[in-house]
């Protein structure tokens, strides 16, 4: 069953412009982490936060963790026509399980 | 590192035939292996968990008489689908992850997803 609600369902913005995705989820987690899927491909690991954290980098994406809101959030800086995609939450289900967000489909225009 | 291939990338069949998917780990040992099904503009819907060397574990609703997987090595698992009708086709997607880790592993808790394969049943 889907855990993940995530919003927006769609962004469209310029290059250059920031991208923010948010992922809200229901049961307690020992992790979050997001994904990003290129049309018609699989899934490429982006960041893996942990529920003893509130807020990692990776190059030009920040997420950021609320347990008490049960939510996360996913920046991108200084988007790039390259990054769109679509990008899924995912939270522990325990036993290794993956429990994925509806997702958010970014549309960076050059 | 953390590579995992699937064949074929995309098959179209006849209804009622039976088609077979494999997932490889190809510079790892994958203890545990997953397979999801997408439908276009929808999220990943897990199906089964596959564990070497024991029957996979169908998530409910599931059929697992008509998606028979089979893990037989660390480094591959085949999800077949038997008897396929056209609402069997979709975007199929294995992962596979690695129990320990240690220097130059994959992480643990982290699942490495293949290219995918695209079903089409007429």
């Known amino acids: 069953s889907q855990q993940g609600e995530e919003d927006p369902q769609a962004l469209s913005i310029q290059e250059g412009e920031n991208a923010t995705m948010n992922c809200s989820y229901k049961?307690?987690?020992?992790?979050l982490q997001w994904y990003r899927q290129n049309s018609g491909r699989g899934l490429v690991h982006l960041i893996l936060?942990?529920?003893?954290?509130r807020e990692k980098h990776s190059g030009r994406l920040r997420v950021t963790l609320d347990t008490s809101k049960k939510s996360s959030s996913l920046l991108i800086t200084a988007s790039r026509a390259a990054d769109t995609a679509s990008y899924f939450c995912?939270?522990?289900?325990?036993?290794?399980?993956?429990?994925f967000g509806q997702g958010t489909e970014l549309s960076v225009k050059p | 590192g953390a590579v995992v291939s699937q064949h074929p990338s995309w098959v179209i069949c006849k209804s009622g035939t039976s088609v077979k998917i494999e997932c490889r780990s190809l510079?790892?040992?994958?203890?545990?292996m997953f397979w999801y099904r997408q439908f276009p503009k929808q999220s990943l819907m897990l199906m089964a968990t596959?564990?070497?060397?024991?029957?996979?574990?169908?998530e409910q609703g599931v059929e697992k008489d008509k998606f028979l997987i089979n893990h037989a090595s660390l480094t591959l698992s085949t999800l077949t689908v038997t008897s396929a009708h056209p609402e069997d086709s979709s975007f199929y997607i294995c992962?596979?992850?690695?129990?320990?880790?240690?220097?130059?592993?994959?992480?643990?808790?982290?699942?490495?997803f293949g290219p995918g394969t695209r079903l089409t049943v007429l």
């Open positions: 992962s596979a992850s690695y129990l320990a880790g240690g220097p130059g592993r994959p992480r643990t808790d982290t699942q490495y």
């Open positions: 596959s564990n070497e060397g024991s029957k996979a574990t169908y």
């Open positions: 510079d790892f040992q994958a203890t545990t």
């Open positions: 049961t307690s987690i020992n992790n």
């Open positions: 995912a939270t522990d289900g325990g036993g290794g399980k993956l429990i």
């Open positions: 936060i942990r529920s003893n954290e």
